[in-house]
Nanobody
Framework: QVQLVESGGGLVQAGGSLRLTCVAS????????MGWVRQAPRKERELVAA????????YYKGSVKGRFTVSRGDAKNMMFLEMNPLIPEDTAVYYC???????????????????WGQGTQVTVSS
């Protein structure tokens, strides 16, 4: 089994910043892609950012480009999301997701992710 644990969420004013961290543990051998997915109240989950195994290739949802930065730690089992500046529309539960398969690229479809964390709440006040 694989466990994904997110941390770093919280309440912040518009214009502020947060750094989310995801740590993967358990049977994490092999290569795997990771991503950050968020779900706002009464809305569907959406992929915010994704990163390949090496950390060299990334994807960003249009509305967060230039404000969010996704990265992986040297040990590859950690992923980060730097968010700055935050706007009220970023308010959501943010989930860490991983695809523990042979694919080393960037995963863009939510159905391709087979492990999920419990989520961390991000609230941006206006």
């Amino acid at each position: 089994q694989v466990q994904l644990v997110e941390s770093g969420g919280g309440l912040v004013q518009a214009g502020g910043s947060l750094r989310l961290t995801c740590v993967a543990s358990g049977r994490t051998f092999g290569t795997y892609s990771m991503g950050w997915v968020r779900q706002a109240p009464r809305k569907e989950r959406e992929l915010v950012a994704a990163i390949d195994w090496s950390g060299d290739k990334t994807y960003y949802k249009g509305s967060v480009k230039g404000r969010f930065t996704v990265s992986r730690g040297d040990a590859k089992n950690m992923m980060f999301l730097e968010m700055n500046p935050l706007i009220p529309e970023d308010t959501a539960v943010y989930y860490c997701a991983a695809d523990l398969g042979l694919f080393q690229g960037v995963r863009l479809e939510l159905d391709d992710y087979n492990y999920w964390g419990q989520g961390t709440q991000v609230t941006v006040s206006s």
